[in-house]
């Protein structure tokens, strides 16, 4: 179908979505934590970004409820900004060669 050097590159694109694929899988195993209050709020994702667990230490919850809710919420912030990193490390081996644009994110996410 494909001849020369546009078949070297359908081989390189295919090796490059499969490393992809695999990265994708080994950050989905992968968890990350985010804190706030000093570690009073804890909270735990997946590499799909899905909170598996959240502790919160028992003395915030005396607080006013929207301090709680602060807290949580920061915690998911901060943990969201680890996967975002952790997610750029892994992919960032592929992707330098395929000079993306600026702000562009790949995989898609």
């Known amino acids: 179908m494909f001849d020369g050097p546009l078949q070297e590159m359908m081989k390189q694109a295919q090796k490059v979505a499969d490393q992809m694929k695999e990265a994708q899988s080994k950050l989905s195993e992968q968890e990350v934590s985010g804190e706030s ?4 709020v804890s909270v735990t ?42 997610k750029q490390e892994s992919m960032g081996n592929l992707t330098q060669g395929l000079n993306l644009p600026p702000g562009f994110k790949f995989p898609f996410s």
Request: net charge negative; hydrophobic share 45%; with cysteine.
């Open 37 to 40: 209050g000093a570690g009073l």
């Open 45 to 86: 994702l997946n590499g799909q970004g899905d909170c598996k667990c959240v502790v919160i230490n028992p003395n915030v919850l005396a607080d006013e409820p929207s301090i709680v809710g602060e807290l949580v919420a920061s915690a998911i912030n901060d943990a969201n900004k680890k996967l975002e990193i952790m």
